[in-house]
């Protein structure tokens, strides 16, 4: 990958508490207020297992992300990984799978959501131009912010995110006192294939980590405050996630089923009566808001570092002349979130957002096991996997067996949106060299 003067130009300025909170405030999006129904329907009290299970598979790719995030520091994150392992073409699909397949199109259904959770609260926002005009303000906002500089950014995602952590906290704290131990009996063992199933659907609450080392090339000592950030991060959200299934198992029980839309709502409310499911109503909202607050700081780097290789327009590599910041990046990827937030046709394609990050996730891990067999002795200041290949494999077994578990539609879609990407490349490739 290229060193460009504009790469040498952005400022580290996020250190260790940012990475962590940027990656606990990504990952704890909109899924885990639904989440718990959905799993603990499924699997019971068995449902703990699957948080473990989950956790487990995510941690191997989180520690191959933690090695070769301390090798290579520049902005881009995956993308800059796969370049650097394998050359252009795959970090070209990568780049493109991960804003187009992952972040656009997610980021546009958060913004949905948060319209549809406040709806509750005014009514007016069912009507598609105020739902419009929120959209603008909110993103407005976020640009404003983010090109002002990283370090603006990231103070607002570390407050954002202790505003949205708190609610889940106190439902954790005080939910616990209301535990009925009879709804977290392990009776009724689910079948193989629910337990799987049922993983699969919930492995995607734990994904999107990654698109916080999209600033890489604005993190102080990648080498020390990479690992630590994921580690902090990604060990607080396993915590989280797996309290929260057990309160909310542990109140609600056989009730799951009537209260599978707003679960943690349903709690809230078991805990201080009906202005709880309002307050949980806001925090979704609020946590939505934080999860698309870190796309529009991380992502756009991924466009920058692309820019810069020469396979996106060159502006798209403009760094602000006063700020330092790849403003013109956060400024197309942020009006690109607009419109599909207004004009949807990202629903349809939902399913793409979750192949794209199993794809970019087993492109990332054979980046990690190509450039550690390159160099064997690595530098003695890099974090290196422990166990040899033993994690690196586990992480690709696992990615493919989520794989394998997809309808022969989404594999065709999916491999549509590559070859589209691939054409797009080899047009690209024969007008401009």
């Given amino acids: 990958m290229s060193n460009s003067s504009n790469e040498n130009s952005l400022k580290r300025v996020v250190g260790v508490s940012g990475l962590s909170l940027n990656i606990i405030n990504i990952t704890i999006g909109a899924g885990i207020f639904a989440l718990p129904a959905i799993v603990g329907i499924e699997l019971g009290a068995f449902s703990v297992f699957a948080y473990l299970f989950c956790g487990v598979m995510m941690a191997t790719i989180m520690l191959c992300y933690a090695e070769i995030g301390t090798q290579i520091t520049d902005s881009g994150g995956s993308y800059a990984y796969v370049v650097a392992a394998f050359g252009e073409f795959p970090g070209y699909l990568v780049n493109w799978l991960s804003v187009f397949g992952w972040s656009i199109l997610g980021s546009a259904a958060l913004m949905n959501i948060i319209a549809n959770s406040l709806t509750a609260i005014f009514p007016s926002l069912s009507n598609i131009l105020v739902r419009a005009l929120l959209f603008f303000l909110l993103l407005s906002l976020l640009v404003l912010t983010n090109v002002r500089g990283a370090k603006e950014s990231v103070k607002f995602i570390k407050w954002i995110t202790i505003i949205k952590i708190l609610p889940l906290i106190c439902i954790i704290i005080f939910g616990i006192t209301l535990i009925d131990t009879e709804n977290l009996s392990l009776s009724n063992t689910p079948s193989l294939n629910t337990f799987s199933n049922t993983t699969l659907i919930l492995f995607f609450a734990f994904a999107g980590f990654e698109t ?37 198992q542990g109140i609600l029980g056989g009730e799951l089923e009537s209260v599978k839309d707003a679960p943690l709502a349903a709690v809230a409310d078991n805990i201080v009566g009906a202005i709880g499911g309002t307050l949980i109503l806001i925090v979704t909202a609020i946590s ?66 979750s192949t794209a990050i199993l794809l970019i996730y087993l492109f990332v891990i054979l980046a990690m096991i190509k450039l550690r067999l390159q160099n064997p002795k690595n530098s003695k200041n890099n974090f290196r996997v422990p166990g040899g290949l033993v994690i690196p494999l586990a992480g690709i077994v696992a990615i493919i067996w989520l794989l394998s578990s997809l309808s022969k539609t989404d594999m065709l879609s999916s491999l549509l949106f590559i070859a589209i990407v691939s054409i797009i490349y080899i047009i690209k490739m024969k007008l401009f060299h």
């Fill in 212 to 248: 916080a080392l999209g600033a890489s090339g604005e993190i102080i000592n990648p080498k020390r405050t990479i690992p630590l950030g994921i580690l902090i991060g990604g060990g607080t959200v396993l915590i989280i996630y797996l309290l929260l299934q057990t309160v909310t």
């Fill in 288 to 353: 939505c808001f934080g999860a698309v607050s870190s796309d529009v700081l991380n992502t756009p780097r991924v466009l920058f570092a692309g820019a810069n290789d020469g396979l996106f327009p060159k502006f798209l590599g403009s760094v602000h002349p006063k700020f330092s910041t790849p403003y013109w990046s956060i400024i197309i990827f942020s009006a690109l979130m607009f419109l599909f937030s207004v004009f949807g046709g990202f629903e349809q394609l939902a399913v793409l957002a």
